[in-house]
């Protein structure tokens, strides 16, 4: 059961933990110590989707099938790819860590709080891995639940609005993603993805079914001007949940513009791709200078993801194997860097119940190994060579300036390139204020240094961090052969001028080195 249906056992093994803890977890050691065991499980087995994954193999992997609705017309079937691949790895690693840093935030409602936490990991492992259009509404929308109810049961003073909104937003895209899905479903005659794949539709309904599919995940990443919802949600989640809602639920978004929305509607890319593209860069600037006016902290990273998210969506929409690389890369790296920033607040917040820099300064005299792991994550946030935000922001920047799809696109990426900088001016003013000069309150001079339960989810990530920024190859080679699987039908059906396209899309991620064991060796 556990070699043939492995997949399964990693998206529901969450499911059942949490099942578990609501029969049996009335004791808050009881719950948090089964969700430990159940996270901590469901990483190894994902370890295990890893080691049996084929590198070389750009197609579907692991893949389970079995009829649910309609006649076998509508069915369960989950696999995973070199694009899904490192999302469920990442989805798995933070889980446990998540667990671990509310271990003494969370006093109230400890066995509920542990449930909806692995229901959540659940419902987004499952998004990662569907390979029927139906069941991936299903885990789709399964996820505005108990991040809905983590926000508005454990968040802070406005937590209602907070969760009311995220709810709402995500809910009104879906459901228009909903009725194309329907429209596909009718013409392909099932929700199987492959099905959809294989339709020959008009340009005329690509427009509008692409616009469908968008709306929904544009809204998700969140994308401007559609990420109003995301600093409320950041700011009154309590610290486990913004780091799941900027480690995954964030790049649901992105994954959904690469996997469903681009390779099942691919003319349309010639009218909404140009678009996207210059509302993302728009969204770099425009996160990153609101993030240099906050006041508060953990605001201020909520609109760093603003910016870093803007990136990812510049590559995907480049369509070319360096832009989607780095897109994909870029991911992992925010999921990684900004979710440890939030893991950080959490624990300043937890001593001094306040986030607002002015409260602060000199805090590096009280908590010096506090204020080192701080700067070493804000340093793979901005995008320092040899951390993980570097790759994919160069690969993005790189695959944008080649892009034959977008107008202007050399414009794009210089554009682009100035949100690089004013990360970097946001997030080391930010760092000065807190951590630099003297101690300006009392109430910091007495404060806690980080503690063994706090190095044991902070010290994982940072290792992570390193490594992505120094060894990325093992990464964007299994990536490869996914994105010349995905970016082949796309660039033939588009309608632009073919032969700088597929030059474009035939070009291998080689030609930028990114094989090479340094990565910041270039050719």
């Known amino acids: 059961m556990l070699g043939s249906h492995i997949l399964s056992w990693v998206v529901f093994l969450p499911l059942v933990g949490a099942v578990a803890i609501l029969l049996t977890g009335r004791r808050a050691v009881v719950a948090r110590g089964l969700a430990m065991l159940v996270a901590v499980a469901d990483f190894a087995l994902s370890l295990v989707v890893l080691a049996r994954?084929?590198?070389?193999?750009?197609?579907?992997?692991?893949?389970?099938?079995?009829?649910?609705?309609?006649?076998?017309?509508?069915?369960y079937a989950i696999a995973v790819d070199g694009i899904s691949l490192f999302l469920v790895l990442l989805t798995t690693f933070l889980g446990p860590l998540v667990i671990l840093s509310c271990w003494r935030a969370i006093a109230d409602r400890v066995r509920e709080c542990m449930a909806f936490l692995l229901l959540l990991q659940a419902a987004m492992l499952g998004t990662f891995v569907a390979r029927d259009m139906l069941?991936?509404?299903?885990?789709?929308?399964?996820?505005?639940?108990?991040?809905?109810?983590?926000?508005?049961?454990?968040?802070?003073?406005?937590?209602?609005?907070?969760?009311?909104?995220?709810?709402?937003?995500?809910m009104v895209g879906s459901i228009f993603m909903l009725v194309a899905i329907l429209y596909c479903y009718f013409q392909a005659g099932s929700m199987a993805f492959s099905d959809f794949l294989a339709l020959q539709l008009p340009r005329a309904a690509q427009l509008w079914l692409f616009a469908a599919f968008a709306l929904a995940f544009a809204i998700k990443v969140p994308l401007f001007p559609l990420h109003t919802w995301l600093p409320d949600a950041h700011v009154e989640a309590p610290t486990a949940g913004?780091?799941?809602?900027?480690?995954?639920?964030?790049?649901?978004?992105?994954?959904?513009?690469?996997?469903?929305?681009?390779?099942?509607?691919?003319?349309?890319?010639?009218?909404?791709?140009?678009?996207?593209?210059?509302?993302?860069?728009?969204?770099?600037?425009?996160?990153?200078?609101?993030?240099?006016?906050?006041?508060?902290?953990?605001?201020?990273?909520?609109y760093s993801s603003v910016s870093h998210l803007g990136f990812v969506v510049l590559g995907t929409v480049s369509l070319t194997p360096e832009g989607i690389a780095g897109g994909i890369f870029?991911?992992?790296?925010?999921?990684?860097?900004?979710?440890a920033?939030?893991?950080?607040?959490?624990?300043?917040?937890?001593?001094?119940?306040?986030?607002?820099?002015?409260?602060?300064?000199?805090?590096?005299?009280?908590?010096?190994?506090?204020?080192?792991?701080?700067?070493?994550?804000?340093?793979?946030?901005?995008?320092?060579?040899?951390?993980?935000?570097?790759?994919?922001?160069?690969?993005?920047?790189?695959?944008?300036?080649?892009?034959?799809?977008?107008?202007?696109?050399?414009?794009?990426?210089?554009?682009?390139?100035?949100?690089?900088?004013?990360?970097?001016?946001?997030?080391?003013?930010?760092?000065?204020?807190?951590?630099?000069?003297?101690?300006?309150?009392?109430?910091?001079?007495?404060?806690?240094?980080?503690?063994?339960?706090?190095?044991?989810?902070?010290?994982?990530?940072?290792?992570?961090?390193?490594w992505l920024g120094v060894r990325p190859a093992p990464l964007l080679e299994r990536m490869q052969p996914a994105i010349e699987r995905l970016l082949g039908p796309v660039t033939r059906e588009l309608t632009v001028d073919r032969a700088p396209l597929q030059q474009a899309g035939g070009a291998r991620l080689g030609t930028v080195a990114l094989q090479v064991s340094d990565p910041l060796e270039v050719e």
Request: hydrophobic share 55%; with cysteine; glycine share 12%.
């Open 135 to 170: 069941l991936f509404y299903v885990f789709w929308e399964s996820m505005l639940i108990p991040m809905s109810f983590i926000i508005g049961i454990w968040g802070g003073e406005r937590r209602i609005y907070a969760a009311v909104k995220f709810f709402l937003f995500t």
């Open 341 to 466: 920033l939030f893991l950080l607040v959490g624990v300043i917040y937890e001593r001094r119940h306040t986030r607002l820099i002015e409260d602060f300064g000199g805090l590096a005299h009280a908590m010096p190994l506090y204020a080192s792991v701080f700067m070493f994550v804000t340093l793979a946030s901005v995008g320092l060579p040899g951390l993980c935000g570097f790759v994919g922001e160069f690969l993005i920047l790189t695959g944008t300036f080649r892009s034959a799809l977008l107008p202007h696109a050399r414009l794009l990426a210089v554009l682009a390139a100035t949100g690089v900088v004013l990360g970097a001016f946001y997030m080391l003013w930010m760092y000065q204020r807190v951590f630099f000069g003297p101690l300006r309150h009392e109430k910091n001079r007495g404060l806690a240094d980080l503690t063994p339960r706090e190095w044991a989810y902070l010290l994982p990530i940072l290792v992570g961090i390193l």
């Open 53 to 75: 994954f084929d590198g070389a193999d750009g197609g579907d992997q692991l893949v389970e099938r079995a009829a649910w609705l309609a006649g076998g017309k509508i069915s």
């Open 242 to 302: 913004s780091v799941i809602l900027a480690g995954v639920l964030l790049k649901m978004g992105t994954y959904g513009l690469l996997r469903f929305a681009i390779p099942l509607f691919p003319q349309a890319l010639t009218t909404f791709g140009p678009w996207l593209a210059v509302l993302s860069v728009i969204g770099i600037i425009y996160g990153a200078l609101v993030a240099l006016v906050q006041p508060d902290v953990k605001k201020l990273v909520a």
């Open 330 to 339: 870029q991911m992992l790296a925010h999921g990684l860097s900004t979710g």
